[in-house]
């Protein structure tokens, strides 16, 4: 982890609890995943996947009594108000998403009563509970992808993984090792960075090392970022976090029939979890993906537990896997773009 | 109490500007006093510089705004003055974009109500003084005779 990353995320938390968590160990600080902070509740911090509560002086437990530190509805406002740098007009769509990124790339749930109107959320108030999730850059993250499906060619990929298994920072250090001096390809490189968690970039400069060779597409909705990277930049890759809408994956086909290759991530914790997923299916029959990798989970960010060949997946999908005597015509049934051109279906 | 007038005329248009920036560019507050400060027309307003210097050291804004507003208000503006400033910038970046602009609106009208006062305080004393300085000459003429 980057010098400063975690106290830049506690910073927001006011001088009381900021003062504490700083004055936590090294070793620990780097090991904290999340800061759940609760009105009137005790804080929370998620230390190597454990719930653990902070005391004063700066100590950590996972047993709670009742001399934990809390939050006050005062606290909580004002940690509202910085998460937004006393500007709620200028993160009132980020708001209604639930997530708001802060500088160096930290991501801030934030919950508290909807106000809707015609069915969507056009604002929050009350705030209730927030949870900052401490960005980890970690150089080296994409080592073992890299080596394992990009180091000959630069075929379209899913990551998948569970909450906190590391797919934002994988794919931030992958768009180092792909556009970068790293591995010295410098590939030409877009980030759809719409959360701005990728780069977190500000003022124009990305805070997160993302290579040499990449341009940063922040706050940009991602199935229209992708349109105007593929007509304006030339792109050979595109890397996109958490996609799956109709709009997106038709924005991906446009990008792939122009040969671009596509680097994306989905939740899921299993390979089961990966099939039963109406987005990944809907990926996966766009035929623009050569392979899905499937990381660990949150006790081992960035490790990869398995590589699945996309055709096998769809197959498994559509139930015409090679083995349960299927016509491998799956192109057809699924619509498998790729499908369709290796076969001439 | 020209001058006053002059600042009011100002505080005026920093409310519209900020009003615009806030409605089309949905700019962080921060950003906003930093533009602001470096506006020519805003020079009569030195609290705006204090205000984004005090933000680019990292100071919260509200703390940040607040604190300018109450450096300099005993210099230049009146008590009720730097009490509405104080209460614009406080409200300054809480709500949504509807919110901070209903706030920007209704700031404006208490501004503006604020110069038209002194305006017609002008005006009063326009026409108080030639007869007070006529009243003075002649008392000053009958002290001498």
Known sequence: MKNGQFETAAGVTGDRIKNLLCALPDSIKSQIREIRLRCNKPLVLTCAGVPQFLYSPARLSPVFSSNAVTVSKKELDEIFLRLCSFSVHSHSRSLTEGCITLDGGHRAGVFGTAVCENGKIVAVRDVACINIRVSHEIFGAADEIYRSVFSNSLPSVIVAGPPASGKTTLLRDLARQLSGKSRGRFIRTVLCDERNELAAVRNSVAFNDVGENCDVLTGYPKAEGILLAVRSLSPQVIICDEVGTDEEIAAMEAGFNSGVSFIVSIHASTRRELLSKPQMHRLLSSGIFEKAVLLSDENRPCEIKDIFEAEDLLCEICGTGYDSGGVRTFGQICGSNRAQRRYGA | ?145
């Open chain 2, 1 to 145: 109490m020209r001058n006053g007038v002059t600042v009011l005329e100002s505080i005026e248009l920093m409310i519209t500007l900020v009003r615009a920036r806030l409605e089309y560019t949905l700019e962080p507050v921060s950003d906003l006093a930093e533009n602001l400060s470096k506006n020519k027309e805003l020079k009569n307003l030195p609290f705006l510089q204090e205000c984004a210097a005090l933000c680019r050291e990292g100071a919260d804004f509200p703390l940040a705004w607040s604190k300018s507003v109450s450096h300099l208000s005993r210099l230049t503006f009146s008590r009720q003055v730097s009490e509405y400033l104080d209460g614009f910038g406080k409200a300054l970046g809480s709500t949504d974009v509807s919110g901070q602009l209903s706030c920007c609106d209704m700031y404006l009208a208490l501004f503006s109500a604020c110069r038209k006062e002194q305006i017609k305080k002008q005006e009063k004393a326009a026409k108080l003084y030639p007869p007070l300085g006529f009243l003075g000459g002649m008392a000053a003429l009958i002290f001498l005779i």
